[in-house]
């Protein structure tokens, strides 16, 4: 039996210490071209302050109050917003104790293509606009230090929305010239069982100085309730301007194992010393578990089989852009752990830390991407430019940064890659997938498929797990054909989500199915209501429209389904609208058309079609469901596996109640209910965080609702809305999750789209009470406050 079998710790990204610090207040931009901001003497007065996470294409276009453009070089597949070339500037200060020390930079995200100099020397570019890096900062000085940062975001260069800028957070860290390298931790466990694990942990160390030192590594790993659960002291000689690595090893007793259920995380402390001075520090989060891939018991997590419920996730974060808030981030991953996913594939790309801290945390599986393309492009100036000199950094990039997270399960080299049956092609999957295990070989490597036929085996050959794009009905087949091969669906239609997850319901060698998408995005504009090709001016669609949740953080139909389809005595009601939510244009065949769900809502506000035929479907996990219209019963019908888990029913409009109970066993088991509203009369404001903190980056998301006067929210209504927020903080965004909407996501105002839309509010540096008021025309102003602490 061929069976994968992999044991590991994992390690979250670093956390805060003494000698690193967050590098994202008060930067000065400026969008545009100018060769002389590199210089230290430049005058960036006029510049604009900002700080990051930063991500000028969900800004306002200059002179408008809106990001989209229907001239947009991004088109459809950026959601007709535009990048450009843009310039950012900082300023800062070292005393001259400091400057005697080193220092770096570590970017965690830049899109595209980033110039770096300091003092006006330059230090270096990187082009791949997802993976992270670091850069020493030579030549800092005591007093007045300048950093400049040129980004080029030109072209097209993605098949979805990428934002542009500095998108993620930046750190500056200060040294000793004896040091930890960065992302220079490695731990892994050689043996985990219930009743203990070994740990194994290795450190980098660097020695900047031109002498040899005799340097100590002490490492110190704390239980979940900060216990000591073991210690390791090694002491070695690391040459001048040389590198040290430090191994050892802890046994731990009664390991509380990370699992998706219970992610429990251990502490590991790193320290240096030279002549028994401390000079570093690593703090970091650890998760014990194993994990093992076998096409006869498929994927098992701590030896217990597990199917992935995935979905598949682009990076930004809807009215935010691409900025990778922390709260916003991890904000992702839970909504998505609360609508039944265990998985997570980070398409196409390696997420910021931040998501991955969250999905650690939170108990999420996560398949790490690296590219969408390699030589051969899909965009004229997309990735394929730099694949053949920046490969092997950028895969060491998101294998070093993110190695020792236990949420990540698999390493993937890539998207439906072209040319996969030519030899070449061939050769280079076997080179990334041979670096990858160089580094790690603690986890399999896969990647995403398309075109999936018998010329296509020597490609898939390379893998450890075969990635199926949209071919459920090969599964069988090729089983027979190679009965090894460990299967799963890298991406999948919500439409056909029924027919997916019956096949890994069936097979042990299918491990999994991940939608596309599970999160809706900017991009890829319409393919939920339109589809591809995307070769036409669709605008003003800006949104991809499949998500199984909107750009909000709503649930979408296709969400309530998949609960039918994963969680047991789930009920929901919605209704076909009986006039189209926006046009249909028939430009592409059928094939090219299945990221759609049916034209639903959760609405029973349809006073034009009083007496009309209407059809009304139940998606539920009960043996069956009984309607009722104003108390009166419509009947009940099975939603059982023989009626792919629904119930539909005619029904003539009448105002009122529409109600759906759910049988099983005979018994009541659960019940959904649609109400229509009254004319709409007040705001409820809802906030998912009431208490922040004042480090100017936590975030509190604001659900706005227009009701009538007895509360029942108004599903039709568009009213225009205002934002007012007094106090220490400020509006992030606005959104309503409308995919055709060219409104502003930064304007204190927005419509509402179905009876809601979004206001994303982000603290400042001062404590305080804030308070947001709601007001719209003929409606009376709302309130809600937080608390920044």
Known sequence: MKKIFYLFLGLLATSAQAQTVLFDNDWRFYRGDTTAAAQVAFNDKSWRTVDLPHDWSIENLPGTASPFSPDAISGVSGGFTTGGTGWYRKSFQVSATEAQKLHYVQFEGVYMNADVWLNGVHLGCHPYGYTSFWLALTGVKAGTNVIAVRVQNEGRNSRWYSGSGIYRHVWLRTAEALHIAPWGVSVTTPQVNGAQATVAIETGVLNQQAKAVQATVVTTLYTPDNRIAGTVKQTQQVAGKGKGAFKGQVLVKQPQLWSTDQPALYKVVTETFVNGKRTDKLVTNAGIRSIAFSAEKGFELNGKTVKLQGGCVHHDNGALGAKAYDHAEERRVALLKASGFNAIRCSHNPPSPAFLDACDRLGMLVIDEAFDMWADKKNKQDYHLYFKDWWQRDVESMLHRDRNHPSIIMWSTGNEIPNRDKPEVVMVAKTLADHIRSIDNTRPV??????????????????????????????????????????????SFAKESFEYWREVQKHSYVIGDFVWTAFDHIGEASIGWLGYPQNKNFYPWNLAYCGDIDICGWKRPQSYYRDALWKTNQLSLFVECPVRTFPQINLKPEVWARWDWKDVQDSWQWPQFTDSIITVTAYSSCEEVELLLNGRSLGRQSTDTTHRLQASWKVPYRAGELKAVGYSGGKAVAESRLQTAEAVAAVKIKADRDTLTANNQDLSYFTIELTDKKGVLHTQADNLLHFTVEGPATIAGVGNANPSSIESFQEPQRKAWRGKCQLIVKAGKQKGIVKVKVSGEGLQPAEYSIVIR
């Open 446 to 491: 896969t990647c995403g498929v398309n075109g999936i036929e018998e010329n296509k085996d020597p490609f898939i050959a390379t893998l450890d797990v075969a990635g199926y794009n949209y071919a459920p009905d090969k599964y069988g087949y090729d089983h027979k054909r190679l009965p090894q091969r460990i299967m799963y669906g890298t991406e």
